[in-house]
C-alpha cells in the first residue's frame, strides 16, 4: 500500500512538471509571458494605457460591456487582447463603440472615436394587449377603448421618450397592439391575467415575434375590487410559449388622472415592471452582473442609495452605471446589442 501511495504522488509530480517545461517551452510573445507569470505569482497584470476621446467631452466610457466610471477625455487600462471600447454620449444620446488589439503593454494608444464608430439600435418589439373587460367569477370591471388608448400612449411613452435614449438609442422599439375587446376574460385564482390566461384567449403569438408582451386591465371599479397591486411582473421569459417577457398592469378608477398623476411625480411603472423581467432574470441568465440585495434588483434602490422616484435608479441599471464597491454593474448599452430577449428564443445572440 505504502509502495503504490509513492508511486502515486511520484507520477503526480512527474506530470505537472512535464506540463511546466511544455508552457515554458511554448511561450512565445513576451508580454503574455509576463502576464501569466504574473498571475502564477499574484502580481497585478500589466496593462496598456488607452487614452480615449470622443466627438463631446462627458462621454461615459466602458470597456467590454462595463462601464469604468471614468467620461471622455481619460485614460483608460487595459490587458494584452482585443477590447470593446465604447463611450455613451450625453448630449446626441448615441453609442460609439470599436474594437482595438493591445499587443504590447508598455505602449500607450490614442484613441478617438467619431461618427463612425456609431452602433447601428437593435430592434425590440412589444406588444400591448388592452382587455376591455375581466371577470374574477364575482363582478365584472371595464375599460373602454378609448381609456386603453390612453394607457397604451404612456406604454409607448415609456419606452420611446425614456428607455431608448437611457440606453445610449441602442434600443428601438417597434409597438404592435392587439385588444381582447369581445370577450370576457376570466382572471386566474391571483386576480391576475397570467401567462396561461393570456394563451387562452391568444394562442397565435409565435417564438421570438416579441421582446416584451404587456397586458392591460381594470383592477377596480365602483363596488368590484379585483385586486390591489399595479403590476406583477415575476415570470421567466419562458412561461409564455413565445418566448417574450410579459407582466400585467391593472389600473383603477380615474384612469386618466392616474396617468398624469404618474407623469408629474413617479412615470416609471411600465419600466420598472419590464426591468423585473430583464434586470433580474433574462440579463443575469446572460452573464450580466446586475445591482443586487438579498435576491432583490429592481427593490434594491434603497440599498444603493436611490431615493423617490426611481428614474435615477431604473436609469442607472439600464445604462449599467450603478456603482459597486468594486466597479459597476447594471445592463449597459453593449448588453442590449448584443442579446434581446428575441433573438435569445430564436438562438440568434451574437
Not at 498571475?39 to 500589466?46: E, T
Not at 425590440?124 to 400612449?153: I, K, M
Amino acid at each position: 500500500m505504502k509502495r503504490n501511495s509513492l508511486k502515486s504522488i511520484y507520477k503526480k509530480w512527474l506530470v505537472g512538471m512535464l506540463a511546466l517545461l511544455l508552457m515554458n517551452a511554448c511561450k512565445n510573445d513576451n508580454d503574455i509571458d509576463e502576464t501569466i507569470d504574473a498571475q502564477l505569482k499574484g502580481r497585478p497584470v500589466q496593462k496598456a494605457s488607452v487614452f480615449v476621446t470622443a466627438p463631446e467631452d462627458g462621454a461615459a466610457i466602458y470597456i467590454d460591456g462595463v462601464y469604468t466610471g471614468l467620461n471622455t477625455p481619460a485614460t483608460v487600462n487595459v490587458e494584452v487582447g482585443t477590447h470593446d471600447i465604447g463611450v455613451g454620449l450625453e448630449s446626441a444620446v448615441q453609442y460609439l463603440r470599436r474594437s482595438i488589439e493591445i499587443t504590447d503593454v508598455s505602449s500607450s494608444v490614442d484613441l478617438t472615436l467619431s461618427e463612425q464608430d456609431l452602433v447601428a439600435p437593435k430592434t425590440w418589439r412589444a406588444l400591448f394587449v388592452g382587455v376591455n373587460q375581466v371577470t374574477n367569477g364575482s363582478c365584472v370591471t371595464s375599460y373602454t377603448t378609448e381609456q386603453l388608448n390612453q394607457a397604451y400612449d404612456f406604454f409607448q411613452w415609456s419606452f420611446n421618450d425614456v428607455v431608448e435614449p437611457w440606453s445610449y438609442n441602442t434600443m428601438d422599439w417597434e409597438f404592435v397592439r392587439r385588444d381582447i375587446s369581445d370577450e370576457l376574460v376570466q382572471l386566474s385564482s391571483d386576480n391576475l391575467i397570467t401567462p396561461s390566461v393570456l394563451e387562452s384567449y391568444m394562442p397565435d403569438i409565435n417564438v421570438g415575434e416579441y421582446d416584451l408582451v404587456v397586458t392591460f386591465f381594470r383592477g377596480e371599479q365602483a363596488d368590484c375590487s379585483i385586486a390591489g397591486f399595479i403590476g406583477i411582473a415575476w415570470y421567466d421569459v419562458t412561461a409564455l410559449y413565445s418566448q417574450s417577457s410579459y407582466y400585467t398592469i391593472r389600473y383603477y378608477d380615474d384612469l386618466e388622472g392616474m396617468i398624469q398623476y404618474s407623469l408629474e411625480n413617479d412615470p416609471g411603472v411600465f419600466i420598472h415592471e419590464w426591468l423585473h423581467t430583464v434586470a433580474e432574470l433574462f440579463y443575469p441568465a446572460q452573464g450580466v452582473r446586475v445591482p443586487s440585495f438579498r435576491g432583490q434588483v429592481v427593490h434594491a434602490a434603497e440599498r444603493y442609495g436611490y431615493v423617490h422616484p426611481w428614474m435615477n435608479w431604473y436609469k442607472d441599471i439600464i445604462r449599467g452605471q450603478v456603482e459597486e464597491r468594486d466597479g459597476f454593474s447594471g445592463i449597459g448599452p453593449d448588453a442590449f446589442l448584443k442579446c434581446s430577449v428575441s433573438e435569445s428564443a430564436l438562438g440568434q445572440c451574437q
